[in-house]
């Protein structure tokens, strides 16, 4: 069926298989898209508003709580602020554990997202439930992968979810070497999985649609940058300090959205896998670079969708990247820091790279040491913008070669493709009674 | 029915939530085959992963939503065998925080679990999580633990000599 001189309106109200409520409304009239809105309505959180009054150690734990699946990038980025402001020195041990703490929950965050939430969509079937029916080897294959992406956190932060041994300056439980010889371990004997993993996404059949625009990032003069670095921009090729955020991010408020939106340097920018394989494609570990050319991601690359096969790439270069990082903390072994500090006044943001893209988190501290101002800016605000640019720019030819129904998948996997979390929820079981 | 696994299920830092790792580990002098396990913090990949490890039938006990008064309890047969209730997978709007005990349930059946699943369902007290505030049960609900706890071992001992 052909789109063309169609009428009709298309409400996707709760977008699903994203975090929080995310609604998208496209009129068509004579096969012309009229209006197109990515609404957002979730209510505020005011987790910066919790800070204030609290002492500087209790702040990464307290916003660890913004999100169950990014609790770790969260955290790192609460202490990167905290001690930028304290002037607060961090350990080079310190530094290589939250690097594997950061690189464990990026493995989990994509492999949940690409295999349970995204593959769906490729499939043809509503679910990771049906999948399980038709494709229970790949199923087996994402579960296993996910637990022990689990584990691994486990491992080098204490627990899976919402891990409490990191604090500011260092670790206060040190990670077990025998649990973490048994984990690299593991990681190794899962390199298959990693490798198949690949193979199965290089299959998919991603949508043909590019709009270039700027992608933003993280990058380092030696790594690929999840942890630290500068801002880099595409469109400039520069590199800004973390600390000129706000310079960066310029929110702004557009009625339809309870979230605030961000634009750099034109009317929106992305963040998030593909602008960090997009920007940081030379430091990507060689076994990373060799799955980007399995799954014909080539750099620079407009295509949005592509981020969750860019998803894909982060996953083996994290696997792979993890077990070197696990020699070298094998090899020199860890040893208890002194981790106290002086509470005080100060200014100080942080930066790292969590699974959906750059997250800014920066505070103040009054002379008794107490917080007196929050801010923290994530990676889904910043790309809302973007993701709304880019439905607006496919909009039209979709409309022009697809059904209603196609349109409507087709704008749905370019919202589901960005990963984006909306917000936090949490669910209780819910039972039907059958009387 | 020999075999039998008693799991909770749930988070000691959601308040209620955690009411199924507390009424397990309030559980002693088992019947001969019967064994307990805590799947804490347990995600559904987890949760999937463990009912496939299982050779025998399970009883997850758990903070439910079951439209009950605060503190009541149901224990049911759940799989989809069940005559009594079912679990809801959101199979359309599942997502990184909506994938449950139901979305874990549907996917070991779906990969060929074939073991009975009982619920141990409990009301929560509390209207919903706190996550930030409220680091164990609410008060309500611990002055409902010892009947809970009778309630879970008459449980256990029906199900011990249920047929399998």
Redesign the interface.
Known sequence: MSGKKATYTIDLD?V????GHGSVRVSVRDGRVEELTLAIVEAQRFFES?TRGVVAHEIPW?VG?IC??CCVAHQLAACRGVEAALGLEVSGQSRLLRRLLNESQILQ?HL??VY??AVPDYMGV?????L??SH?DV??R???L??LA?EFTRVIGG????PMANTLRGWRRLPDPDALADIRHRLAAALPDFDATVEFAAGLRIPQFERETEYVSLRHPEEYALYDGQVYSSDTGELTPVSDYRRITNEFTVPWSTAKWARWHRASYMVGALARVNNNFDRLHPAARRAAESLGLRVPCHNPYMNNLAQVVEIVHCAHNSLAMLDEVLDRGLVREEIGYTPGPGYGVGAVEAPRGLLFHAYRFDDSGRCQEADAVIPTSQNLNNIEQDMRAFAPSMVASMSQDEVRLHLEMLLRAYDP?IS???????????R | MSGLTVAGIGSRYLADDGVGLYLVGELDRLPAGVRRELWEDADAPTLTLRLLELSGPVLLVDCADMGLAGGEWRCFRADPCGREGRLLPRSRTVSCHGLGVAEAVAMAVALGFDRPVHVFGVQPCTPGPEPLSARGLSPAMRARLPALVTGLRHAVRTLCHAPA
């Not at chain 1, 699903?16 to 975090?19: P, S, W």
């Not at chain 1, 509503?126 to 049906?130: A, F, G, I, N």
């Not at chain 1, 627990?159 to 919402?162: D, K, T, V």
């Open positions: 709760h699903t298989r994203i975090e919790f307290i709580r169950g699946i965050s949940l997202h349970f939430l509503p679910s990771v439930l049906p399980a029916r229970p199923v087996r994402a579960l296993r996910k637990h689990n627990r899976a979810l919402h979390c936090c929820s949490v669910h209780m079981l819910e039972v039907e009674f059958i």
